[in-house]
């Protein structure tokens, strides 16, 4: 079959690779039907991430039809569409019983990390039975692969943990497709004011469209000052941080609210400074997550009453053939204004 | 009356001063029967707190007898024994609302700060009929002593931010008066274990004598190395930081497991570092409060129901007239073994 | 000043009324700018309410301006435009301070009830800073009367305390002016399913134009059996009650998945029964509540923020000398399909 | 091997069976080591639990050693000390996600009920992986026959359930094994007061023993009285059935502080009063549960950390040849003052 290899630092091919199969009884193979390009999977191929090594298929979001299953599936047959969650979950360990399946000891996020991911026509998925959810009929699957990932990364890492309430004050600090999705489904708790700060204006005005009352460019340094003054100099109860920088996490502690949380979705490479010495005395939460998708469940639920349209998200479709060029439209966002691009098989 | 006196860093004195007088009809006059000495006057008295001016009566804790009252105020009457709450609460504003009486934007902490304080024989308390708690008749007054201010904020910032639940494992950082505070308030979680990290051997033997079920004296840079053999690798469920420097709340990075919460008591003077490049996928929460006191009422019954034996704290006690000794034993707690010392008028 | 007195069972007038005096420093006197008339003034012209004796002024709801202060009202001056809550909170005793305004021992609903109320031209506020909200600029007055206690009510009893979460499925039971409310505010946790059931062609009507996904007329008997067919034999996960009648409250019962939530808003007049035989091992809840109003804030700020549009529960308008006809329209709703009616002074 | 095998209602017999064996890959076959009777099991034999049919091995308490695993275990090995949770949890469906193990849709309550149970040398366990629980070396494995299903009833139906918090009233109705439990576990959460009510004063006096703070002989009619004294006409915070019958339901009901909760633990035959005319305003709840055993990681925490001592449930020990015996006992509760009775193999 064909499939998408990391290649070692800077390098991928799609090339010809040996069908999975069963290792274990709990797995199954997916037929994969579409799948899509994770930020993480421009930083495995920049060779940031230690824990995939060259030679490994990447990709952890997609949604497929179930080829085979080992012996121990009981909740899938053959034939069965499927999502896939980036997480997989064996359901046994202390984690997975308390809902952290990112912690799961026997899984977590290993899909097109440490063993062979979605982008490729098949893909193995261990703890099949609690890694994978029943597409109904009737419903949009090309909107179901936003749930792989994405759609509750913004969810769970962001809103559900950022506390969203409604007629509280949001702000997003980070218009990519993390930060959009966000933007999506904090408004599942009709939050009064969601405020989207960015450096790029044409985000800025997706985020618009999405749904931000306010958007703000940083790029004049003023963007604290600004946020303060939509506030009358209370600050946002939530601040949400969906970009990973040092810069954008300390301004999340310079614009939060007496009472208000910090939830931290980006992917830090470095540490970042707490002003301890200002905030000690400030009632705040800071939270940090990687995705349990155990809210997938909830998050199907509200796709199939058109309570959100994680359509929005898509901004390209490319055939399976043309994954690299895939990869380069999504890789170049700035220019090709690329959210989420669905490769299609 | 007499009063110890702030005259400027380094500098108080015991001195005669005007009777305080009713200026708002929410005001109560108290006549102090009890007082103490809190380690936010050993700052005040350095020049470390800006807000507090030199000629200011210090001292935010205590139990007296209510002595005039304005004409606003219903919920007591001349002759009542009350508990002085360290935090004003006026009740009225967006946050007395929240239940956040620390952000009260007509009170908060300004007693012994911003407005004279309890040192004295005499204290005007505003917003007194939700800054003052009627004392039943056979309720071990000394005791209560330590409700005004120690014993809530190691509950609220340290106990309920902490999440401290039946069978979890808890370290506290920092064995002073105010992690032992956390450390008895704690337990009425029924908490597997509690590790108790300091630097001074007496204090943690102390904490032994309170409930700790581990002490580790980290005065050997081993104090992480050691929880983890505890926790067998995994890290305890909240790491409650009771000192108040960066190297103590690094440690609590260090020791947090996935999922668990990280609950700052500590004032800090800098910033510290934020580990986000570890944390980031940890699923953990950082927390922050100033003391609301709103559990005032919560820990008054379990007092009355010697559920906790808030007596253990009391070290030392002194006459009034002697208050200037009890400093000095306060300030040179580490060879004078002094936690809370009880003022006597 | 005039104000519609409640006469004894049966009987009420449009009368001249001493104007309304200060008796305690928190007071208030607010001249009425518009009122609105609620089931429960019906049932106490009926004589159903032995608390509200006959001389007494109705109606615990409204917008106005301040017209006089007491001594002790610091939140409010003359002339600020404000709206009037139902329930009158001290905001000192025990209940007020855990949220629970409602039970305040000093307030609670006591307005049109045990003291005279808002159908008049100037009605006495007790407790006024607590008791009051301040109107901004330009927002909808109009919408505003909806949250003195219908919009509240629908929301704490039924939203908040039914758990509606994201995805989920509610059922209301009644469709009259207070299931309606909890229908709208329902609508801020973004249910997938709203299944509106009453007895009423045309209050079913205006429920899906209010954003109900099914209706169900429970006319035919078969409103139980429907339910679970909507839902897949499942049941739902929050059963709102908003009638107050054993019938309603049983369809309830019967109506519930298991883990769900029994939210009942109704006033009983009578017991009803509980299935326990049934119910015990279905991990269910059951609440009770009378509006604390402790959610008008959050309320104020979704409605200046648009997330709600309360005015689709006004449905006529009457000038305040037309109160007689206005009672007339409001207690044949059936025939005029009134749900809330606007009284003008 | 030897069981107790249900033979319709009225009798039982101890007599030989054949050996359980794997059905499913996940299954395990448990050799007993100790057991114990629970008042369900009474029920069954007297004929009131119609899913359990004539020729069943009852009992579904017990700790054993594996002594077999089918091929989908992965978490035991053959010689792995267990103890059996008394529901059995598949996983994976949509209930034991949400936490809801008695609802599971391919396991809940099943053991000695609708498959063979642990009154046996060995016994067969179906989802073995999340329905057994390792038994660390130097735990008191009889005091782990508790947490199989009298423990976490007590903790999750009512102690959870009833949201008991430090310094709160209590009332516990019932002082059979089931209420002894939940008076055991409310303790982690140290309660001011803890009032137990009962008609025999035996029970009453191991009630004191336990921890009970007050104790009530309800048998002259006044336990409502006498609860609404030690309260100050007040009522409990928390008010937990632990009969299962229409009077102490009510009793509940006449006790319950407004915004009280009222968490049923007892397994009703028939329904009972809801007096919704007198609660309805009384910001009140009502919970009902089976068991889901979700808590017994944590309590096994507790039990091993000593902060419970489940050993005082066990009043009797007998040897399984004496089974019948055993039941006589139990069965007699009121003469042989039998709380739970060991029975080892």
């Given at each position: 079959m064909k499939a998408l290899v990391y290649k070692g630092p800077g390098k991928k091919a799609l090339e010809d690779c040996p069908m999975p199969t069963i290792t274990n009884p709990t797995d199954a193979i997916v037929k994969i039907i579409k799948t899509t390009i994770c930020g993480t999977d421009l930083h495995?191929?920049?060779?940031?991430?230690?824990?995939?090594?060259?030679?490994?298929?990447?990709?952890?979001?997609?949604?497929?039809?179930?080829?085979?299953?080992?012996?121990?599936?009981?909740?899938?047959?053959?034939?069965?569409?499927?999502?896939?969650?980036?997480?997989?979950?064996?359901?046994?360990?202390?984690?997975?019983?308390?809902?952290?399946?990112?912690?799961?000891?026997?899984?977590?996020w290993i899909l097109g990390n440490t063993i062979d991911g979605t982008q490729a026509e098949y893909v193995r998925i261990p703890h099949a039975d609690t890694s994978l959810y029943k597409i109904l009929t009737g419903v949009d699957e090309e909107a179901l692969v936003m749930l792989s990932d994405i759609l509750p990364t913004g969810f769970e890492c962001g809103v559900l943990n950022g506390k969203v309430q409604p007629g509280n004050t949001v702000a997003i600090i980070g218009a990519g497709p993390i930060g959009l999705s966000t933007l999506l489904t904090a408004q599942f708790y009709s939050p009064a004011e969601i405020i989207m700060?960015?450096?790029?204006?044409?985000?800025?005005?997706?985020?618009?469209?999405?749904?931000?009352?306010h958007t703000i460019n940083s790029s004049d340094g003023k963007a604290v000052e600004n946020v303060m003054k939509l506030t009358n100099g209370r600050g946002v109860d939530t601040a949400i941080e969906a970009v990973g920088v040092p810069a954008t996490f300390t301004m999340c502690e310079d614009i939060i609210a007496p009472g208000g949380t910090i939830a931290n979705i980006g992917v830090h490479g470095v540490k970042v400074d707490l002003h301890l010495e200002r905030l000690w005395s400030q009632n705040i939460s800071i939270t940090t997550r990687l995705v349990d998708t155990v809210t997938t469940p909830m998050l199907l639920k509200t796709v199939q009453a058109k309570k959100i349209n994680p359509n929005l998200l898509i901004s390209h479709h490319f055939k399976f053939e043309d994954i690299i060029e895939a990869y380069n439209t999504f890789g170049q966002a700035a220019e090709t204004h690329a959210l989420k691009v669905i490769i299609q098989m």
């Open positions: 495995i191929l920049k060779g940031d991430v230690s824990s995939c090594i060259p030679g490994r298929i990447i990709g952890h979001e997609g949604i497929g039809v179930i080829d085979e299953i080992g012996s121990g599936v009981t909740v899938f047959k053959k034939g069965d569409r499927v999502l896939i969650s980036c997480v997989s979950a064996c359901s046994k360990c202390e984690y997975c019983r308390r809902g952290m399946y990112s912690h799961c000891v026997n899984g977590g700060v960015d450096l790029d204006n044409n985000r800025l005005e997706v985020a618009k469209r999405f749904g931000a009352t």
